[in-house]
T-cell receptor
């Protein structure tokens, strides 16, 4: 049973437009969420995170929104750039646990 | 800092052979994680260590898989005997978790691509 779900395996967006990547979770104990970006042949790299005490966190072109009642979070990238093309993983952590639970990833392609 | 180092980067082996994957975490980090990435299941946590002690190995798929961390700077993931369905990319990650910074991010290595024929 997947506790973190990314239902869109792929997403294509035109350069300069907004990219919205979605993530749903089922475990109500999750209280910290992260997004990772992964390029081919490289390990994932941390992008942005959000604690459950917030509903929005912004870092430059990247904004993460958290809707706790819907158990849903999203990553917005605006404006999208071709270099943003990568696989994006949503991850979640419960309380003081050290391990992360990852979603299956969404391949974002930003078209020039 | 060289980051998390994994070796080998690629491994091709035949079914039934023993495979050992290696990881050197970032110096000073106290938690180490082994993940497996497949097309079907995405990124799965296999096992993680805290201060060299295995804390949760519930993600290890079966007894053919074992992991050790003999010291703070080295860990291995062993598959014996290997099977074609073990083919995947295996990532190692490390983090520094303290009481003052409970949500420190994990830093991933480049991964080992394993192919079992």
């Amino acid at each position: 049973d997947q506790q973190v779900k990314q239902n869109s395996p792929s997403l294509s967006v035109q350069e300069g437009r907004i990219s919205i990547l979605n993530c749903d979770y089922t475990n109500s104990m999750f209280d910290y969420f992260l997004w990772y970006k992964k390029y081919p042949a490289e390990g994932p790299t941390f992008l942005i995170s959000i604690s459950s005490i917030k509903d929005k966190n912004e870092d430059g072109r990247f904004t993460v929104f958290l809707n706790k009642s819907a158990k849903h979070l999203s990553l917005h990238i605006v404006p999208s750039q071709p270099g943003d093309s990568a696989v994006y993983f949503c991850a979640a952590r419960a309380g003081s646990a050290r391990q992360l639970t990852f979603g299956s990833g969404t391949q974002l392609t930003v078209l020039p | 800092d060289a980051g998390v180092i994994q070796s080998p980067r690629h491994e091709v082996t035949e079914m039934g052979q023993e495979v050992t994957l290696r990881c050197k975490p970032i110096s000073g980090h106290n938690s180490l994680f082994w993940y497996r990435q497949t097309m079907m299941r995405g990124l799965e946590l296999l096992i993680y260590f805290n201060n060299n002690v295995p804390i949760d190995d519930s993600g290890m798929p079966e007894d053919r898989f074992s992991a050790k961390m003999p010291n703070a700077s080295f860990s291995t993931l062993k598959i014996q005997p290997s099977e074609p369905r073990d083919s995947a990319v295996y990532f190692c990650a490390s983090s520094l978790r303290t009481s003052g910074s409970p949500n420190n991010e994990q830093f991933f290595g480049p991964g080992t691509r394993l192919t079992v024929l």
